[in-house]
């Protein structure tokens, strides 16, 4: 059954009959066709005739490898996928689309991805001789802004005939879920069309057609673009035909994803232009790749063929095969350039990208042997290559005549580092920023680093968060010599019995950050933060594998957790359960589908509700109140003031366990009297700060949250977890850390008599190269103590004074620090900050800490903080 490329361009979009009654004929749900020969072609634009026997599981085993000539289909019954990692998607249940080359996962029924309320698409695909490491994002049909319900996942042809294996999803147009939980709107009205897709592999082939019928059953008529959803993921380069890099806005016909060793395209169908709807401006690694604008009268149906290609790594191989599959010719050839060093190393690793003029033609990576292939005519052309590091792009014009070509770029020389605790045999995983040339900042992992740097003199610090002072020193790095460093970090203040955590950051399981989760654990433990939360948005992601694959055992623990986001509140919640059968992996959705299809959003009180419910019995985190647009507090215009019975907004609710006081610092003034307006009312929230960071910036755990917690990190429990956050064991620093030397805890409810003086040791440390100035004692709400550093501080003590306070009342305390922000040997754009949790007072000797009611709030002598 031949049912690869046509070149004659009439077949382009085809048109089905005028009125389409059913998508099947027979009592089994079968084709019509069900006794066509495997080997008869078959018009690409017609279903795929049913292969007689074959159950709608297709092929009974999957797990056989296959020879030349074969091709199978059927459902995954056992754990093992063929995929790893944090981009792979396929599970059991889902159907092994395969042959000799290539396996490919389509998705069943149901998904766990967070952005769509179902399956029926293409998530991870890879060559049989290639990394099983899953890069892909996804691949699946697109309606004007939407995609696909899928109702339906069958296995029309399981490939046991010698013919092509095919897998048929069967759905209607929906939007997509993660647009509608988090803004509450669609982006287009539904269509109310049905859509019906086939994904079909032929023996020996790397490609993957995809058809798709396109059925106005109603009345009126439809007119949209209709083509698939590429998910590039953000592990791959994006490059599209005769545009490179950049997103698609205009027409073009293939496009193309490079990993190392791996490559994909999209491929227009033969005589078409696809235009492009790109994401890339969001962060998103999609591109909307519109194969037709699809018109139907109605009953009217309509067909729309392309391709999905699995490449051998290259660039030149989707090329090639965009071509073929077009019936298109294809100029040039295909040319190994050779890179090395002008001391004849091969350059490894290295991304070259290829532009003939203004006009990028080429992307690739160099692998082991200094090579890259490239698809090129005869003729000049200009190679810019990445650097080492600290250092810029190499430029280099080539002309191109004969087979291969080589090129030649500076020699680097290396810096070797080996990092050590001060009165200590530890080698402490630490942070690294190279200034000079173009910067560098990394992790030296276990305190060792061997990098590769463009020669030049430089200025190397390095560190380990604000419980260690920094290192500084200058190196010369020339050409082809090692330069060899030892440095040694001193602890600058102890934090015995805490353990610093950062509750709020992101890496590539959110659809806005980039960061890989390798990268973000080594961040966190080059920062010296103890516990780490993964929050990822919509998405539980599990960094424990990592843990130990870097041997960081004894030096962090890590949660998993999500970020339920909505575009009007942020909610974090930790631990959670991890289930990669669910959307999510497992978190709440903010967008399902009811029994009759629609569309249904969940606002914040409802996944709360669902929160408190889970077996994990997690934290609830309010995050950044007071942001302008997905801040709770700032959308139902809170009044700290007036408490929480003046709002009456269905997006509001105080069942949380925390609040982020610190998270966007212009924010924090704001955000400290809302807790104290929430404190005097009665609801008792733990205060913290996060770094809410995106990016690789060396800033997560800045600012952290000191967890009162006598035990190693990997001793930590869950219970340990959350009886620290709900019970107000916990202190908060921005290049600072703040306690009680008197012995007491934040948390504390101290019985005391009315008019009686209560003394609080209160400490504020910092490292040599921060510095806190200003330290406030807060009284329900009111500054009632403000001092500044004196002459009895020294380098790494700003604070240590003993203020003596009287109640009159049952009173929360809450001591609050800042100073300006660091520039020295680590530079920060955010400034010193640390407070306490409040310490109880209980003055009517009750037992129990009465709120003692809403008020006007005296904060002012906190404000040029803020200003």
């Not at 190679?383 to 680097?412: N, Q, W, Y």
């Not at 070797?416 to 000079?436: C, H, Y």
């Not at 909610?571 to 289930?579: A, I």
């Not at 629609?598 to 709360?608: D, M």
Request: glycine share 10%.
């Amino acid at each position: 059954m031949a049912l690869g490329a046509c070149s004659d361009d009439s077949k382009k979009t085809k048109d089905a009959p005028d009125v389409i009654s059913d998508v099947t004929d027979d009592k089994d749900g079968k084709d019509a066709g069900d006794d066509a020969d495997a080997t008869e072609p078959l018009d690409p634009y017609e279903r795929t005739p049913a292969q007689p026997g074959v159950s709608e599981d297709g092929a009974a085993d999957v797990e056989a490898s296959l020879q030349a000539g074969e091709a199978r289909v059927g459902r995954i019954t056992g754990e093992q996928t063929d995929f790893t990692g944090v981009w792979a998607q396929c599970r059991a249940g889902d159907f092994k689309l395969y042959n000799s080359k290539i396996v490919v996962c389509v998705q069943a029924e149901t998904t766990n991805r967070f952005e769509f309320y179902t399956g029926g698409m293409i998530v991870d695909a890879r060559r049989v001789d290639g990394p099983r490491e899953d890069v892909l994002g996804q691949v699946l049909p697109l309606l004007a802004l939407g995609t696909t319900n899928t109702s339906k996942v069958e296995v029309v042809r399981d490939g046991s005939d010698g013919g092509a294996a095919v897998v048929r999803a069967t759905a209607t147009d929906v939007g997509i879920a993660h647009i509608y939980g988090l803004l509450g709107q669609h982006l287009g009205a539904s269509l109310k069309v049905n859509v019906v897709t086939e994904y079909r592999l032929e023996p020996d082939s790397d490609t993957v057609e995809i058809v798709s019928w396109y059925q106005h059953p109603g009345t009126g008529k439809r007119s949209f673009p209709a083509g698939d959803w590429f998910g590039y993921g953000d592990r791959a380069k994006l490059f599209v035909a005769e545009k490179g890099e950049e997103p698609p806005t205009g027409e073009f016909s293939w496009l193309a994803s490079l990993a190392p060793e791996r490559s994909y395209g999209w491929v227009a169908d033969a005589g078409t232009q696809a235009k492009g709807l790109a994401l890339g401006a969001v962060d998103i690694p999609w591109v909307g790749a519109h194969g037709t604008t699809m018109k139907l009268d109605p009953g009217q149906e309509k067909p729309l063929r392309r391709w999905f290609v699995v490449g051998d790594g290259t660039l030149a191989d989707i090329r090639e095969r965009a071509a073929e599959l077009r019936g298109e010719e294809i100029a040039g050839d295909r040319r190994t350039i050779h890179i090395e060093t002008e001391a004849g190393e091969p350059l490894v690793g290295h991304w070259v990208r290829v532009f003939e003029g203004e006009t990028p033609v080429g992307l690739g990576q160099t692998d082991a042997s200094g090579d890259v292939i490239f698809r090129l005519e005869d003729g000049d052309y200009n190679f810019k290559i990445d650097s080492f590091a600290a250092g810029t792009a190499f430029e280099r014009p080539l002309s191109i005549s004969g087979a291969d070509a080589s090129l030649t770029v500076e020699t680097p020389g290396s810096l070797r580092l080996d990092i050590s605790e001060a009165g200590s045999a530890k080698k402490p995983t630490s942070r690294v920023v190279i200034s000079g040339g173009s910067g560098w900042a990394g992790v030296a992992l276990h305190g060792e680093l061997d990098l590769q740097l463009a020669p030049g003199t430089y200025q190397v610090s390095v560190s380990r968060g604000p419980e260690f002072d920094a290192e500084s020193f200058s190196v010369e790095i020339v050409a082809g010599e090692e330069v060899q460093k030892s440095a040694e970090i001193s602890r600058a203040f102890d934090t015995d019995g805490w353990l610093s955590g950062d509750f709020h950051q992101h890496m590539e399981g959110s659809i806005d950050s980039t960061v890989r989760v390798d990268d973000r654990l080594l961040e966190n433990a080059s920062v010296g933060v103890e516990i780490v939360v993964s929050t990822d948005h919509e998405v539980i992601t599990d960094l424990a594998p990592l843990v130990s694959k870097y041997g960081l055992e004894d030096d962090l623990r890590t949660f998993k957790g999500v970020e339920a986001s909505p575009i009007d509140t942020h909610v974090c919640m930790y631990p959670m359960d991890q289930d990669v059968t669910q959307r999510g992996n497992g978190s709440i959705p903010l967008a399902e589908l009811d029994d009759e299809g629609n569309e249904v959003r969940r606002l914040i009180p409802g996944v709360v509700e669902i929160a408190r419910t889970l077996p994990s019995d997690p934290v609830l985190q309010l995050n950044h109140a007071r942001n302008s647009s997905s801040g709770m507090l700032n959308q139902v215009g809170f009044d700290p003031e007036l408490g929480p019975e003046a709002v009456d907004d269905a997006r509001f609710t105080t069942d949380f366990d925390v609040i982020e006081v610190v998270n966007r610092y212009d924010d924090t003034c704001q955000l400290l009297a809302d807790w104290s307006g929430l404190l005097n009312y009665g609801v008792r929230l733990t205060g913290v700060g996060n770094s809410d960071t995106h990016d690789l910036s060396g800033e997560s755990g800045l600012p952290r949250n000191f967890l009162r917690i006598e035990k190693e990190p990997k001793d930590v429990t869950r219970d340990d977890l959350r009886t620290a956050m709900r019970s107000g064991r916990v202190t908060v620093g921005s290049h600072a850390f703040i306690d009680f030397s008197d012995g007491k805890l934040p948390g504390d409810l101290l019985e005391v008599n009315a008019g009686e003086p209560v003394d609080f040791g209160v400490r504020v440390q910092t490292p040599a190269w921060a510095q806190s100035n200003h330290l406030f004692a807060i009284v329900n709400g009111e500054v009632v103590e403000v001092m500044q550093r004196g002459q009895g501080a020294t380098e790494h003590l700003d604070f240590a004074e003993t203020v003596s306070l009287t109640f009159s009342e049952d009173s929360w305390v809450v001591f609050f620090s800042y100073g300006g922000s660091p520039s020295g040997p680590v530079h920060s754009g955010k400034p010193v900050i640390a407070f306490t949790n409040p310490v109880f007072v209980d003055t009517d000797g009750n037992g129990v800490f009465d709120a003692p009611g809403l008020r006007a709030l005296e904060l002012s002598a906190i404000a040029p903080l803020c200003d």
